[in-house]
């Protein structure tokens, strides 16, 4: 083990629009001994249009247990570690927390470096409550999951926000519908940052509709109001 320990930088990379990636990410990229990440097709491209050549390592959902022991072993050989994915901000609900924890665990530093989230991006801007929420991620798949989990927070007092693939979103609305009732005040954004950004706000039962007859493309973020609350 080296005498001086790396650091593990936690960098936060665009969702879809390349100028919001920060001065810092760029510079933290530049600087860093290896890039952890999730695919590096995406990172290499990342790294490309910032001219930067790195060694990457995979960190991806199927091996971050194993990966977070092979990061930690390089932050104690003295190297500092990027840990990026493929858009956002790692760890939430991207991998990186198997990492963080075995370096906290282990005291190494951990330094986060903000910047894009597609949940707290699309909340800002959703004009639904924004002093108390609960972001839930992405659900099981199942719809009798699903049900059971908006059947526990259908009274819940704050905003409930979820992450949704393009493949799931119609079934995850109808699901809501049932148990939430259809008007119910929900906002979901699609494409957040990208040309083809859209907000859909207003009623359960129409939000439904409106994404039914929209092409379904891109990661969604579904944020579905306290019961009683109106635009």
Request: glycine share 8%; proline share 4%.
């Amino acid at each position: 083990m080296s005498d001086q320990l790396g650091t593990l930088y936690v960098v936060a990379t665009p969702i879809g629009n390349m100028s919001d990636l920060s001065r810092r990410a760029a510079e933290i990229l530049r600087s860093c001994d290896v890039v952890a990440c999730e695919d590096t097709r995406v990172t290499g491209g990342l790294l490309r249009r910032l001219d930067v050549s790195k060694k990457m390592f995979v960190n991806e959902d199927s091996r971050e247990r194993a990966a977070a022991s092979a990061i930690l072993e390089m932050l104690e050989s003295g190297k500092n570690v990027a840990l990026v994915s493929d858009a956002g901000t790692p760890c939430i609900s991207d991998p990186g927390f198997r990492a963080v924890r075995a370096c906290r665990a282990a005291g190494v530093n951990v330094v986060p470096v903000p910047g894009a989230c597609a949940f707290v991006a699309a909340l800002s801007a959703s004009g639904l409550p924004t002093d108390s929420f609960m972001f839930a991620g992405f659900l099981p798949a199942k719809s009798s999951a699903r049900k059971n989990f908006f059947e526990k927070y259908r009274d819940f007092g704050h905003t409930l926000v979820f992450y949704e693939s393009p493949y799931r979103i119609g079934k995850f609305l109808r699901d809501a519908v049932e148990i939430f009732g259809g008007g119910r005040t929900v906002c979901v954004a699609k494409e957040i940052t990208k040309v083809f950004e859209r907000f859909f706000v207003g009623k359960l039962s129409d939000v439904a509709d409106g994404i039914e007859s929209s092409p379904a493309r891109g990661e969604f973020v579904v944020i579905i109001a306290p019961d009683g609350y109106e635009l």
